[in-house]
């Protein structure tokens, strides 16, 4: 028992102080400064993104398009993968804090040569044996590792949610496109029947030889024109029906329409909230933050490596010739062993491994500080987007009644034989052109609404920071179960 106790003695304190020292800085959030209110906004509490985005997106086929996207889109299912694929490596950096403890068992048979040894000849041998091995963390090496990477988790979670809120402004803002070119297709289809009969028209008074033939080329140039337009315009539906097929997850495919533009209805006011909302609400911020928790806790692991660590081995088991006397007690056979290995001289390669850590948090920290300017600038487009698309829609429509009237009396004019057919093209052409002109502004203004969504956050409800089970089984979570919790529990 004396050796027992002496190695008791040098053991028992370096394990008791093992988990008291953690070498590197703690992380705390960067106090970065947010304004009190956006621009030229008045700061309000409640915000468009505390809407569940099946409240904002009111269009039964939309809403059914993103279900669909949710579920089958394949960015989304990667950034799924992604989270088991950090899930499993935070378990596997976590088991380095505890014990490891390997068993084996073996059987053979062997020849010694009778000139090498007298008693030899074919013998057998059987071993039973464990063995485990602790390394102390002493300095914190593994706990700060272990940091790392639940940060590391709990940002690629965030990134899924960022990959989420981007599918569904993505499909919105490609439905709200193909439904902008369906009333596009519609607007050339009919001007361009009309300008069909007014060259037959113009055709037949050039036949009867009371218009010029200039009227009638002139005619033939604005139907061509129209043609031109409606070819460009179905080209550019099909492509968008293609990107949306993507979108959805299936080659492309004919996409279900609903409302048409004018029938979406969105939010009319639209609040946006405070600005410091914006670091619990954003996944893309929450993401680029515990990206920097991560990278300051690698500080602490590179400073580790300069000290010394210590490492406990134990070995027991038995080995016998006869399998039947094996488990016998002149049969055992055991050892311990504590070995202390540190650094003695490495030219400063591990001292500038920290210098590489810490320069890496700064950059991970101007990424972060860069990420929240950036996630200002988009809600401040975005409300740009919204004041002035819909101060421009104002404008369309009265441009649009304008040209109405100006495209009926230029033609009765003609008809009477007051103006020349120059006057009746020109308004032709700027009712043509505010038509387009129209349908695109009110595409513009609920893309905005939905980008000003998509800028604050909206389409989850940012929770408390998620707690890792520290107990064993979830490192055996399946890709099912992810999905459910980090897509489907976001539509209920």
């Given at each position: 028992?004396?050796?027992?106790?002496?190695?008791?003695?040098?053991?028992?304190?370096?394990?008791?102080?093992?988990?008291?020292?953690?070498?590197?800085?703690?992380?705390?959030?960067?106090?970065?400064?947010?304004?009190?209110?956006?621009?030229?906004?008045?700061?309000?509490?409640?915000?468009?993104?505390?809407l569940e985005w099946w409240q904002l997106f009111e269009d039964p086929k939309l809403q059914l398009l993103i279900t669909e996207a949710l579920r089958e889109n394949r960015d989304l299912r990667q950034a799924i993968a992604r989270v088991n694929e950090v899930r499993a490596r935070y378990y596997n950096v976590r088991a380095d804090q505890f014990p490891a403890l390997d068993g084996s068992v073996g059987a053979?048979?062997?020849?010694?040569?009778?000139?090498?040894?007298?008693?030899?000849?074919?013998?057998?041998?059987?071993?039973?044996?464990?063995?485990?091995?602790?390394?102390?963390?002493?300095?914190?090496?593994?706990?700060?590792?272990?940091?790392?990477?639940?940060?590391?988790?709990?940002?690629?979670?965030?990134?899924?949610?960022?990959?989420?809120?981007?599918?569904?402004?993505?499909?919105?803002?490609?439905?709200?496109?193909?439904?902008?070119?369906?009333?596009?297709?519609?607007?050339?289809?009919?001007?361009?029947?009309?300008?069909?009969?007014?060259?037959?028209?113009?055709?037949?008074r050039y036949d009867h030889g009371t218009v010029p033939l200039l009227d009638v080329n002139q005619a033939q140039i604005e139907e061509?024109?129209?043609?031109?337009?409606?070819?460009?315009?179905?080209?550019?539906?099909?492509?968008?029906?293609?990107?949306?097929?993507?979108?959805l997850g299936s080659s492309p495919r004919k996409i279900m329409r609903g409302r048409s533009l004018k029938g979406q209805i969105y939010p009319i006011e639209v609040p946006a909230g405070l600005p410091s909302v914006l670091l619990e609400r954003r996944p893309d911020i929450r993401a680029a933050e515990q990206n920097l928790a991560a990278q300051t806790a690698r500080i602490g692991?590179?400073?580790?490596?300069?000290?010394?660590?210590?490492?406990?081995?134990?070995?027991?088991?038995?080995?016998?010739?006869?399998?039947?006397?094996?488990?016998?007690?002149?049969?055992?056979l055991w050892d311990i062993k504590l070995d202390i290995l540190g650094p003695i001289f490495d030219a400063g390669k591990r001292k500038a491994q920290v210098e590489v850590e810490i320069a890496r948090t700064e950059q991970a920290l101007y990424e972060y500080e860069q990420t929240i300017l950036l996630a200002l600038q988009e809600v401040e487009d975005s409300l740009a987007g919204i004041k002035y698309y819909r101060e421009e829609l104002n404008a369309r429509s009265f441009q649009l009644r304008a040209?109405?009237?100006?495209?009926?009396?230029?033609?009765?004019?003609?008809?009477?034989?007051?103006?020349?057919?120059?006057?009746?093209?020109?308004?032709?052409?700027?009712?043509?052109?505010?038509?387009?002109?129209?349908?695109?502004?009110?595409?513009?203004?609920?893309v905005s609404i939905v980008s000003l969504y998509k800028a604050l956050g909206g389409g989850w409800l940012p929770s408390e920071p998620e707690k890792i089970d520290q107990g064993e089984g979830e490192a055996d979570q399946t890709q099912a179960a992810t999905t459910t919790h980090s897509v489907t529990g976001q539509l209920q």
């Open positions: 028992m004396g050796n027992y106790s002496r190695l008791l003695v040098l053991i028992l304190p370096v394990v008791l102080i093992a988990g008291c020292i953690n070498l590197g800085p703690d992380y705390e959030r960067p106090n970065i400064p947010m304004p009190k209110s956006y621009y030229g906004i008045q700061a309000v509490n409640e915000s468009i993104a505390d053979g048979r062997g020849n010694m040569a009778e000139q090498v040894l007298p008693n030899g000849g074919i013998e057998d041998q059987y071993t039973a044996s464990l063995r485990a091995r602790y390394e102390v963390d002493l300095w914190g090496r593994y706990r700060r590792a272990t940091e790392s990477a639940r940060a590391e988790l709990l940002g690629t979670e965030d990134n899924q949610r960022a990959v989420l809120i981007t599918l569904i402004a993505d499909v919105a803002s490609t439905y709200l496109l193909l439904r902008d070119l369906d009333a596009r297709v519609l607007i050339s289809e009919e001007t361009l029947d009309a300008r069909k009969d007014t060259t037959l028209i113009i055709q037949a061509a024109d129209a043609m031109s337009r409606l070819a460009t315009f179905r080209r550019q539906r099909q492509q968008a029906e293609n990107a949306l097929s993507v979108l692991v590179a400073k580790a490596l300069r000290f010394p660590s210590i490492a406990l081995t134990a070995n027991g088991g038995y080995i016998s010739d006869d399998l039947g006397d094996l488990i016998e007690s002149d049969s055992k040209a109405k009237s100006a495209s009926i009396l230029s033609r009765a004019r003609y008809d009477g034989g007051i103006t020349d057919y120059l006057e009746v093209l020109d308004s032709d052409r700027s009712l043509f052109d505010a038509q387009l002109a129209q349908s695109a502004v009110e595409r513009q203004e609920l």
